[in-house]
């Protein structure tokens, strides 16, 4: 009885291992081998899937749960694609345009996903608001709140789209889930029939292994369908003020004019710091670290003066001098 339980085992193993193999030629996928762990002991630690990005908006019929299994081709489905957007407006009221495309992700059915007001400057260094809000709406409305998001701003700076089509990588969950679950049959059909202890210890474990499997991909399937669900956008706020140019009087240079005027602006400012600075930090510290190193310099020169002219006084005259004299004499 023992060495036919193990022929039955060792037998669902390779129909699951074939099975696995069958459907990775059929559509592809991360790297994933669905092999039975050994007998007697638990499995090792599996990846069945490598960490993907989150997924950020999309698109997905449900007839594609319906085609289930191995022998589905991506092109026989509705596709699955996951999009996102991407957007900077420039608003005259920043926390207001915030409050009302949060108002419209909840009115959609959607939810906001983060929010963060905070302040910046212009070039003219007044302070102003200035905000990022991730949303995300349903994908069949993403058009129509990307209109909403964009009705009386003062300027759209920038908007993306972009999008991932893994309606291959999800027909490919199907076709495991299928077969972790005919093995997962299979090996239930065996515990039935194992009297022994140690048998139904294998069996158990191997059961234990596989559900954990089945759950993963479920798991991984039920994440690409909310992902694509749902659509993602991205929208940095810019206060108005900040994109304003620098008035001088009731000019307003552009261009070459506008930069030079500019640079001369920042010059003043870091020349009258430089100034402040310099009186108030680097002036008196060079005082107090030069005022003793000159008297030091002073000490020194005079001791050296001294020094000298003793020297000379205690030199006695030398040969061509002593006969210099006495022909003057």
């Not at 030199?315 to 002593?322: E, N």
């Amino acid at each position: 009885m023992k060495h036919a339980l193990t022929i039955l085992l060792i037998t669902a193993s390779l129909l699951t291992a074939c099975g696995v193999l069958s459907a990775r030629s059929e559509a592809p996928a991360p790297a994933f081998d669905l092999v039975a762990p050994p007998l007697g002991g638990a499995p090792a630690e599996q990846e069945l899937f490598p960490a993907a990005p989150l997924p950020t908006a999309g698109y997905y019929d449900e007839t594609a749960n319906a085609t289930g299994g191995g022998n589905v081709e991506p092109s026989s489905v509705e596709r699955l694609v996951i999009q996102n957007a991407n957007l900077s407006i420039v608003v005259s009221d920043v926390e207001a345009r915030m409050k009302q495309i949060s108002d419209m992700a909840r009115n959609m059915g959607g939810f906001v996903v983060s929010s963060n007001l905070f302040q910046s400057y212009t070039n003219n260094y007044i302070e102003v608001p200035e905000g990022t809000i991730t949303i995300r709406v349903p994908a069949a409305q993403l058009d129509e709140a990307l209109i909403l998001i964009k009705t009386d701003v003062v300027e759209v700076q920038n908007e993306t789209r972009s999008g991932e089509d893994v309606t291959a990588q999800y027909v490919d969950l199907e076709s495991r889930l299928k077969n972790l679950e005919a093995a997962e049959a299979k090996l239930d059909e065996i515990m039935q029939q194992a009297t022994e202890t140690e048998d139904v210890v294998n069996v158990f474990n191997q059961l234990v292994y596989y559900r954990e499997q089945i759950e993963l991909v479920k798991g991984q399937m039920k994440y690409y369908e909310e992902a694509a669900a749902l659509s993602a956008i991205n929208i940095q706020l810019i206060a108005e003020e900040k994109t304003q140019p620098v008035k001088v009087g009731p000019w307003e240079p552009k261009g070459v004019a506008l930069e030079a005027i500019q640079d001369l602006v920042n010059f003043s400012k870091d020349f009258v710091e430089f100034l402040i600075r310099f009186a108030l930090y680097t002036l008196p510290v060079w005082i107090m670290i030069g005022t003793p190193l000159y008297l030091v310099f002073l000490g020194i020169r005079a001791l050296y003066g001294k020094w000298r002219a003793g020297r000379v006084k205690q030199t006695p005259p030398s040969m061509p001098a002593v006969e210099e004299k006495k022909k003057k004499k």
